[in-house]
Structures are given as C-alpha cells and as structure tokens.
T-cell receptor
C-alpha cells in the first residue's frame, strides 16, 4: 500500500489559517487522498477527500499538487475545537480499499 | 440521530477472560470495521465485514473474533488468546467500500 508522511506535530494560533502537509510520493492513479481527524478520546471524523482537483467543504479545503505526490489540508480559521490529530490516508479504489491504514498523523495544537 | 454506538465506554476485565465489545449502527451501512488504537499510535484494522454473514481478517486478527448476524450489529470478542488486549477499540461503518468511514466513540478496554 502506498504510504503517507506527515509531520508529527504543528502549532497554530486561533483564527489563523493552518496548512497541514502530507507527502505521498508513491501514490498510484487510483488512490484517493482522504483526511480524517481525531479529537481526544473520540473516534476519527471524516474531513475531506479528493483525487486530482482541489476540494472544498464546510470543514476544510484540500489542495493537491499537480503531480499528486503531496497534498495540503487547509483550515481557513483555526478554532480551539480544531485541536486534534489529523490523518492523511490513501484509499485505493481499485484494490483493497477496505484496509484504510491510519498512521500516527499530525497533532495540531491551537493556541488561544 | 443516525450514528454508531459503542458500549460500554470503559471496560475492565481480568486476564484470561473473554470479553465482547458492542457496536451498533442505525445508518443502514453495509460495511463495518473494527480497529485497535494503542497510546500515541495510529489505528490498526482487526476485522471488517462488507455484508451480513460475511467478514474478513484485517492486519491483527489473532486473538479476536467477530460475528455479523445483523446488518446493524458487529460485536467484537477479545479472547484470552490475545496477548496484549489493553487498548482503545474503535468500530466504524461505511455505506460501501468506497465511502468515508463513520466511527463510534470507542471502548477503552483494560485487562489486568
């Protein structure tokens, strides 16, 4: 399975934008890029996903590099409730897509 | 409200006892999953089920068993054969293999 690499931790200030990077240099043509986040003592929550084009929803934006080897999750105005672990995951729609593999993710700290 | 319910939130057992963790969903989802999370780690797939009366082993199925007799329910039994059962257990469901996962809020199992 293609792997992703994320920084262990990042820090942001409240009401400022946050850019969470993810590298996936071995991504295949059938891999979707998914992002989830996990608040303390809760289950992960789906945030956004995309294939090639940039995507926006009410929670965040996903910017995908032209060569698809990296992507960035953008939180436009961080709030204290956005403090969580963010997971970047590749989901192969052509293969064993049930086997979502969650790495350690990026721990985002939001300062008031 | 539709969602996934895991119960109980905390569970304590003595070593050598089997214990069953409950997972119920009212989202009418076909696919259900069990993950295990250890402190500071990502999630690892234990078992998954794509349809009623069918389930497959994930990456760490040894010492665990599941059943899927009803669409809504996917209980996980942690047997005495599981060498390190203390962990945070997460159940998830999705409408199909390609859709985002919806997670419950987990059961924290402590075995002493």
């Amino acid at each position: 399975d293609a792997k992703t690499t994320q920084p262990n931790s990042m820090e942001s200030n409240e009401e400022e934008p946050v850019h969470l990077p993810c590298n996936h240099s071995t991504i295949s043509g059938t891999d979707y890029i998914h992002w989830y986040r996990q608040l303390p003592s809760q289950g992960p929550e789906y945030v956004i996903h995309g294939l090639t084009s940039n995507v926006n929803n009410r929670m965040a934006s996903l910017a995908i590099a032209e060569d698809r080897k990296s992507s960035t999750l953008i939180l436009h105005r961080a709030t204290l409730r956005d403090a969580a672990v963010y997971y970047c995951i590749l989901r192969d729609v052509g293969g064993s897509n049930y086997k979502l593999t969650f790495g350690k993710g990026t721990l985002l700290t939001v300062n008031p | 409200d539709g969602g996934i319910t895991q119960s109980p939130k905390y569970l304590f057992r003595k070593e050598g006892q089997n214990v069953t963790l409950s997972c119920e969903q009212n989202l009418n989802h076909d696919a259900m999953y069990w993950y295990r999370q250890d402190p500071g780690q990502g999630l690892r797939l234990i078992y998954y089920s794509q349809i009623v009366n069918d389930f497959q082993k994930g990456d760490i199925a040894e010492g665990y068993s599941v059943s899927r007799e009803k669409k809504e329910s996917f209980p996980l039994t942690v047997t005495s054969a599981q060498k390190n059962p203390t962990a945070f257990y997460l159940c998830a469901s999705s409408i199909d293999d390609l859709a985002p996962l919806h997670f419950g809020n987990g059961t924290r199992l402590t075995v002493t």
